[in-house]
């Protein structure tokens, strides 16, 4: 392809301009996608830990108060025994009563007669009327508040009936006259009556009626250790109100949030504790997400089979009640055995993802400000190098013409061109803007105008001389052969100066042709390093900034760390309960001293209350070690982050030693200087090479006057002399001068 000089130099310059700006383009790209990986991967990291600790931390709080609330059922188990012994022992009367049987799982009704159980010689009765008082249940739930029930036994299998109970039925009656099978309907034992029959207590969770209790039952034995019934103390699961609310306002992310299922049973997928308690007891076994896809049943089995401390997670996607969009969602999932509750702490990704979102915008923004900035000095760079194109190729076009034209033998046209030049320099409104600039181009100009100023010297000599010689001819025919080689070697002379003349021209066109293309590079690749150095400037500002976002994650990080310190003033305030606690158990055995026989019962109740506050004290201990765990865990936290922000650090290092390497580029451009020198200095040498031919010429006109003074003495060659004159003659009037 053949390109003029002008293109060269443009392309030259336009692609000195795009290769620095789709190498900053491509770094720019490939650190995007580096950095967006890197945060998206540690966010994830540290919201899985952050979502894991609070599923764990509810879970340590539902086994503390499983702990204390066990603690209380015992002791109230321990009052209603105490009742019982003051009563008189539990028999079995001779005397029968018919019952109406209810399965408190299937409602199945059945008729049957059983002997009447008596506390001491009293029949419990079988009222279902709270204002109906009935012996030791309704003393238990005076003392200690809690739920209380005498079972007896109705058969072999061990089908334990309600004959006197304070628990509640739907309808606001005692639930006397309903029974615990021993097999429950879908054919399992029921693990209740399994553990009573062997004679040992069951502690733990219970289905009593309708809800689910923290329950205690302890076999009742006749004087021949036969197991006629069994006692039962308990805790409604939802009257713990405390604990729902403390899991209800516990917050995750920004609109997170912990969630409590059902594990097993036909309840299984059931709410216990949903968002603000608006989904309580709905069955969501069934959800499906928008891929079909069953994931409450997916929470549930990965859940069960998790041991104590071990999590599991989930990520789908959730709509909440009021809300119009479906989000994703991720949970961490912990399941509590004791009560078969499947805890889940959710948060949404659009939470955690805020601070990806935040640099990928700023990358982005970046990447957009380098495509319009490298676009501007693309647009720019051709501008410019359009401009100095013609500067450079304009002068040299001049010198082409008037080269052709002296080589045409139209002396005068290339004067009279160079002629126009330099009066068009001298007029201000019409100034060559070629002109303005005395450099080498010009110089090569101005060396051939010189060049030309001679050629019209020697050809007009040339021509005078010829016009002498044929007015002389008669008196110099005679010496006319003496003279030939004289003239023979004026015209050999003459070619060489021709000759020399024309290379001279080609090798300044050549020479001045390479110097302006090295120049334009290295004034532009100079311009493009500044530039690349100013873009790496701005990187090394957005990855500071991303200091400054890992350093925020840090200070939340911080603020979680504050909340659990107040969680241990909390444990504090629940120390100095228990010593409260302490003083009026001992307050209230003083009394009971002082009451005598009176004072027994109250007595024992004293005991137990001093003793519940004994081992609030040591659930108050387990709470404080719990919340050093949790602030060990945000302190770990707080590392990470830290980890994360020194790798952007480096980062920053790594970039401030490629603006180091642009550095150095910059320095070897400049360092192509001496170059430019050395091409100037060859100028030079063509100038003087145009001396040496002036000089020459000068001494071709210093022979031609030896000739004219042999002429005088050759006046017999005049006739040989006269052909000389002519053939010399219309030589020389090919060329045209200016007289």
Known sequence: MNLTMRKKIIGLVILSVIIPVMIMYILIVKFQGITKKKAEDELDKISRLNIAQIAKDVSGLCEVTNDLVQIKIDNDLNVAREIIKQNGFINIGSETVEWEVINQYNNALQRLKLPRMNIGRTWFGKSRDFSTATPVVDEVKKLVGGTCTIFQRMNDRGDMLRIATNVENLDNTRATGTYIPAVNPNGAVNPVIEKVLKGETYRGLAYVVNAWYIASYEPIQDKNDTIIGMLYVGEKLESVTSLRTAIMNIVVGKTGYVWVLQGTGGNRGSYIISKDGERDKENIWDAVDSEGNYFVQSIIKKALPLGKGEVAYEKYPWKNVGEDTVRNKIAAIVYFKPWDWVIGAGIYEEDYQQAKYEIDKATSRLLFHLIIGGFIIIVIATIFANYMGNRMVKPLDLITRVAKKIAAGDVSGA????????????????????????????????????????????????????????????????????????????????????????????????????????????????????????NLNNMETVMNRLVDATSKISSKLAIINEKTKKISSIGITISKISDQTHLLSLNAAIEAEKAGEYGKGFSVVAQEISRLADQTSIATGDIEYMVKEMQSSVSSGVMEMDKFTDEVREGVHELESIGEQFGGIIEQVRALVPDFEAAKEGMHGQEDGAHQISEAIVQLSETAEQTKESLHEFKLATDQLNEAVQGLQNEVSRFRIME
Request: aromatic share 2%.
């Open 415 to 534: 004067r009279k061109e160079l002629t126009d030049v330099s009066m068009k320099s001298g007029r201000k409104k019409q100034k060559e803007h070629f002109i303005q600039n005395h450099d080498e181009t010009v110089q090569l100009l101005e060396a051939f105008g010189t060049m030309a100023e001679s050629l019209n010297s020697l050809i007009g000599q040339v021509h005078r001389s010829g016009i002498q010689v044929t007015t002389s001819a008669t008196e110099i025919s005679a010496s006319i052969k003496q003279l030939q080689a004289t003239v023979s070697e004026q015209a050999a002379s003459s070619k060489e100066v021709s000759v020399t003349s024309k290379e001279i021209a080609s090798t300044a066109v050549e020479l001045a042709n390479t110097m302006d293309k090295v120049s334009e590079t290295v004034d532009n690749t100079a311009t493009r390093a500044d530039s690349g150095r100013s």
